[in-house]
């Protein structure tokens, strides 16, 4: 008829298939948010390599100013030289030159901006431009419970800018 340890232990068995179920359930949820999160940092890394690209690229076919070109030059060579795979070393490898980027490029707005004061290409401006096309990452930290967020679209506990 009935096994009396089935139908003792019919509680445990329930809880261990529901906690199983839980934990596939939530494995499959984080690695969905990891992909959705690897792709939006990679758009927002290449974004802005392709806008200081862009912007370099005008400079140096409209200034006179052969210090500028040169540097313009030298931010496309390195550029051209980035590796766009995803393997370890070649995103912290990425990272490093992308900090040199905008360094390189930070100069050259500087010495643009000081020979055309009517054209004007601000720093921030470009990088703000950026955020608006590729977005901010917004990251998830478990102890704030509430923080303001000036963005409609921002569905999670904190707000960072990575």
Do not use: P
Not at 53 to 67: D, F, G, L, P, Y
Not at 76 to 82: G, Y
Not at 125 to 142: C, H, I, P, R
């Amino acid at each position: 008829m009935f096994d009396d340890d089935e139908v003792l232990n019919l509680e445990d068995k329930f809880y261990r298939e529901g906690f199983a179920d839980g934990q596939n359930e939530n494995l499959e949820q984080n690695l969905l948010e990891g992909r959705q999160y690897g792709l939006q940092v990679g758009f927002q890394r290449v974004s802005i390599v392709g806008q200081i690209q862009s912007i370099c690229e005008t400079i140096q076919a409209v200034t006179t100013n052969n210090s500028l070109k040169s540097n313009c030059q030298m931010v496309l060579d390195e550029v051209k030289q980035l590796s766009f795979t995803n393997n370890e070393s070649d995103v912290v490898h990425f990272g490093k030159v992308l900090v040199k980027l905008k360094n390189k490029f930070r100069l050259i707005l500087m010495v643009w901006n000081r020979s055309n004061k009517e054209q004007k290409i601000l720093y921030d401006d470009v990088f703000a431009v950026n955020q608006k096309v590729s977005g901010v990452l917004m990251a998830y930290t478990e102890d704030t419970k509430e923080v303001e967020s000036n963005s409609k679209e921002a569905n999670q506990d904190a707000k960072h800018d990575w």
